[in-house]
C-alpha cells in the first residue's frame, strides 16, 4: 500500500536527517552554507518550544529550524507551502507568549 501526502510534498533525505518536503531539505541546504560560511551559527533543526500560559501547557510548536545570525540575533523558521489553520494558532500563541516572531520561507 503506498501513502501520499495531503499536501503534495515530498520526503527528502539529506546528511542523514529526514525533511517532509523538497523546499524544507533545500532550505536547510542553504543554512548549512551559510554556517559554513560563518554567516550564521548554532543551527538546530526542528527546535521544539512548549508554550504556556499560567503554567499549563497548551500545546509544542515545532520550528523547522533555528539559528544565530551575525548580529546575535536568534531566528526561527518555518519553511510554508500551505498555512493550516492549527499553525495560524500556534504562531500566534508563539509570538504572544514568548515574544518570538517566526521567518516563513
Known amino acids: 500500500m503506498k501513502f501520499f501526502s495531503k499536501y503534495k510534498n515530498k520526503p527528502q533525505v539529506v546528511d542523514g536527517h529526514r525533511f517532509p518536503s523538497i523546499r524544507e531539505a533545500k532550505r536547510y541546504g542553504e543554512l548549512k552554507l551559510l554556517l559554513q560560511s560563518g554567516e550564521i551559527r548554532g543551527l538546530v533543526l526542528q527546535p521544539r518550544y512548549p508554550l504556556r500560559i499560567q503554567k499549563k501547557l497548551v500545546c509544542t510548536y515545532v520550528a523547522d529550524f533555528s539559528y ?7 531566528v526561527v523558521e518555518d519553511c510554508k507551502g500551505f498555512k493550516t489553520s492549527v499553525y495560524k494558532l500556534k504562531k500566534k500563541l ?3 507568549i514568548e515574544g518570538i516572531t517566526i521567518l516563513e520561507t
Open 94 to 96: 508563539i509570538e504572544a
Open 68 to 74: 544565530t545570525d551575525k548580529d546575535g540575533k536568534v
